[in-house]
Structure formats: C-alpha cells, structure tokens
T-cell receptor
Framework: EDKVVQSPLSLVVHEGDTVTLNCSYE??????LLWYKQEKKAPTFLFML????IEKKSGRLSSILDKKELSSILNITATQTGDSAIYLC??????????FGTGTRLTIIP | KAGVTQTPRYLIKTRGQQVTLSCSPI?????VSWYQQTPGQGLQFLFE???????NKGNFPGRFSGRQFSNSRSEMNVSTLELGDSALYLC????????????FGPGTRLTVT
C-alpha cells in the first residue's frame, strides 16, 4: 500500500534556528512530491518536486528530493515565529491520487 | 487572480441529514479535488474531477459523491450523515488533472450532531 511518513511529528525550536523536516514514501510509480504549509486554515502550496526537478528553493525555504532513498527534506533557515505551522508532505503516485503524510507540527519560540 | 472559494464555510447538520458543499476553482483551472481532514486521520483524498468526469476516487463509502459542472465548479454531497463525518472538507484546484500543483480553498467545516 502506498504510504507517506513524515518525521518528526512535532518540533520546537528557537527563532533563528535552522530546521530540517523529513518525508519518506513507499509508493509505486512515483510521479511527484509536494510540500504544503498549514496554519489555522487551508494548506498553502510550497514546492513540487519531480524526477526532472529534484531541488527547489524560495527564500529561506528549500527542498530536495532523493529518489534513491525515496525521501525528501524541507529546510527552513533563520526561522521566524511566522514559520510556526504544520508542514504537510504529499506524494502523487501512478494513478494520480495525492497521498498525504500526517504532517510535522513546527513551533518557533521567540 | 482569485483563489479557490468554498461555500459554505461552516455548517452544522444532524445525523441522517444530507449536505452539499460547493467549490469554485481558480480561474482557468479545470481539475478539482476534494479532501477530508480530521485530527485522527489527517488529509484523506475523496475524489478528483476533470472535464466533468471523475478521474480518481478515494476509499470512502458511496454516501460521498460529487460532480463537476461545465464551468469547472464542483459540488460534493454527503448523504445520511454520521457523527464521524464531522471534518474540514477541503477543495483543491489545478490546471489539469495530471501531475500539476494543487491549490487549496479555505475549506468547509462540517459538524454533525
């Protein structure tokens, strides 16, 4: 069964720290991996990674796809309190459905 | 460009009733997906529509159904509501249905009493 696992489940760091969030998957016929940020509302799209685009960066956020290890990391540098959120990873596999992980809850302490 | 809109934003229903939720995708987007989000199960895929056709379906009972109109707007219907149907229902749109970025609407919070 296709599966997406995120770690850690929760993380508390101080403002200014750098964090790394992990997403691993067991899927057949991988198509793409998407990262979302969810605060008290709907998920906000961050990145989409595919076989042809394994690294993305936007400001302090960056993400890398490791197809050999079937995983991805999301890095956030110089964290700010506004980065506090649940970060969701989703994988699209052969039949095009998106399967979501349970998310990592990130809390930034001022 | 306006984002994905969902109506209503909040809804309270009693067991046994039925409910219809609406989603309008981003202008130009032709694919709409529906998800159920609960604290225990996280985000779970319900179904996806493109060009008025259901392209994919998740593992939900037949009480959950949907449709898409020619203007790409979509509705989902839940019949014979159960307490366990209480959740945030999210709609997401993408340009087409194959391997494109999905953008979420604000969701409809459904409470079943």
């Amino acid at each position: 069964e296709d599966k997406v696992v995120q770690s850690p489940l929760s993380l508390v760091v101080h403002e200014g720290d750098t964090v790394t969030l992990n997403c691993s998957y067991e899927v057949t016929n991988f198509r793409s991996l998407l990262w979302y940020k969810q605060e008290k509302k709907a998920p906000t799209f961050l990145f989409m990674l595919t076989s042809s685009g394994i690294e993305k960066k936007s400001g302090r956020l960056s993400s890398i796809l490791d197809k050999k290890e079937l995983s991805s990391i999301l890095n956030i540098t110089a964290t700010q309190t506004g980065d506090s959120a649940i970060y969701l990873c989703a994988v699209r596999f052969g039949n095009e459905k998106l399967t979501f992980g349970t998310g990592t809850r990130l809390t930034i302490i001022p | 460009k306006a984002g994905v809109t969902q109506t209503p934003r909040y809804l309270i229903k009693t067991r046994g009733q039925q409910v219809t939720l609406s989603c309008s995708p981003i202008s130009g987007h032709r694919s709409v997906s529906w998800y159920q989000q609960t604290p225990g199960q996280g985000l779970q895929f319900l179904f996806e529509y493109f060009s008025e056709t259901q392209r994919n379906k998740g593992n939900f009972p037949g009480r959950f159904s949907g449709r898409q109109f020619s203007n790409s707007r979509s509705e989902m219907n839940v019949s014979t509501l159960e307490l366990g149907d209480s959740a945030l229902y999210l709609c997401a749109s993408s340009l087409i249905w194959q391997n494109y970025e999905q953008y979420f609407g604000p969701g409809t919070r459904l409470t079943v009493t």
